[in-house]
Nanobody, 126 residues
Framework: RVDMVESGGDSVQAGGSLRLTCEYS????????MGWFRQAPGKEREGVAF???????NYADSVKGRFTVSKDYAKNTLYLQMNSLKPDDTAQYFC????????????????????WGQGTQVTVSS
């Protein structure tokens, strides 16, 4: 069973934009937090952007002002709009959802997320 499927990754030049898409199944409906992680080669997976059930969002400092997370409830789809991309943004991007346990704000810790997509590659060249 595949609960989350990402798409939209591509190779772009620095300064460019991409929009990542994550389609999720009904099993995700009970999640409190949904968001995006990324993992660059040789580095640990890091939290990037999250949306709480009430619509509040929070972002890693490295992407604030450049990335925007949003959700289309009718389409069961989570998005990550990425603008002003930098070579340091190069990574495999994963969407994730928790099991509904978050209390007030979303965690950046991957161990708090039960559902994961397979990832989509973003490569930014200088």
């Amino acid at each position: 069973r595949v609960d989350m499927v990402e798409s939209g990754g591509d190779s772009v030049q620095a300064g460019g934009s991409l929009r990542l898409t994550c389609e999720y199944s009904k099993v995700i409906y009970t999640s409190t937090c949904m968001g995006w992680f990324r993992q660059a080669p040789g580095k640990e997976r890091e939290g990037v952007a999250f949306m709480y059930a009430d619509g509040d969002t929070n972002y890693a400092d490295s992407v604030k002002g450049r990335f925007t997370v949003s959700k289309d409830y009718a389409k069961n789809t989570l998005y990550l709009q990425m603008n002003s991309l930098k070579p340091d943004d190069t990574a495999q991007y994963f969407c994730a959802a928790d099991g509904g346990q978050a209390g007030g704000s979303c965690s950046f810790d991957q161990s708090d997320y039960a559902y994961w997509g397979q990832g989509t590659q973003v490569t930014v060249s200088s």
